[in-house]
């Protein structure tokens, strides 16, 4: 299976934000739950508008694009997305050529714009990690100037340890906080080991948005993306502890919370109606 690194595909963008109703009941069943299309990579590429009408229909709010861009002008991606129903807080981009997409961020009406991963030429060694770390610090810098926010993504590959320290380490203390924020991928933290709501507990502020997946039982860890990694189900059909991530997602205000699934055993429309409905009796109890 492609990786989304690998993927040569494209996505989808707008821009959004979600008035909440007052009283805690309203705040329980309204939060801005999304959807990251790599989910639905394999049927977007053929039928966008109807792909699109779909997830919202299922009751998400938001979206967020992967890497690549569907070989469509901003300007037409954004009214897809608008014809729908749905919004794009976010858009991911990749390393290499991250810095030419500000201006299809912008055109795009994203808020935040994400570096999907680390290279693997460049996450092979804690110098490599340091030096990711600057170029976040600049591509933070750069967003601030246009009005953006920046993040980036993690895979289980930051966890990898270079001398007692992992390269996660050394992305969250060389990077400056108040330019650079951390989408936390929940399945691919626990998928490396760690704990999800650990992380939450310490790096909340920190918190851009997050990624939900879950992860099946009896499954071994690792710190790469490849088929010994992925052991992907839908919310609250695994492990993870959702009820600990949502309470800390409320506490800590995080924005924007987007379900991907990477490789999905029933149709990915499917699957994200498992998770939609799972995450509903969730958010129902924080």
Request: glycine share 8%.
């Amino acid at each position: 299976m492609l990786t989304r690194r690998e993927f040569a595909g494209n996505a989808v963008a707008g821009l959004a934000t979600m008035a909440l109703a007052p009283g805690a009941f309203a705040r329980k069943v309204d939060r801005p739950v999304g959807v990251q299309l790599y989910t639905v990579r394999s049927v977007l590429q053929n039928d966008v508008p109807g792909t699109l009408a779909t997830i919202r229909k299922i009751g998400y709010r938001t979206v967020e694009t992967f890497v690549a861009e569907y070989k469509v002008t901003a300007k037409d991606l954004r009214q897809a997305i608008a014809d729908a129903g749905l919004m794009a807080p976010s858009a991911h981009f990749a390393y290499g050529d991250f810095d030419s997409r500000f201006d299809y961020a912008k055109e795009l009406g994203v808020e935040c714009v994400v570096c999907s991963s680390v290279p693997g030429n460049v996450g092979d060694s804690a110098d490599g990690f340091k030096r990711a770390a600057d170029q976040y610090n600049t591509w933070g810098e750069k967003a601030k100037t246009l009005g953006l926010k920046f993040g980036f993504h993690d895979h289980d590959t930051e966890f990898k340890q270079f001398d007692g320290v992992t390269g996660f380490d050394i992305l969250m203390e060389r990077t400056d906080p108040s330019v650079v924020q951390w989408q936390m991928d929940c399945y691919w933290v626990a998928q490396a080991g760690r704990d999800p709501v650990a992380l939450l507990r310490k790096y909340g502020k920190r918190m851009q948005s997050l990624h939900l997946k879950d992860r099946l039982p009896n499954s071994p860890t690792s710190t790469d993306t490849g088929p010994g990694s992925q052991f992907f189900t839908e919310v609250g059909e695994g492990t993870l502890d959702w009820s600990s991530i949502f309470r800390l997602a409320e506490r800590f205000n995080i924005p924007n919370m987007y379900v991907e699934q990477d490789k999905t055993e029933k149709p990915p429309l499917e699957c994200l109606q498992i998770s939609y409905t799972n995450i509903m009796k969730y958010l129902s109890a924080v």
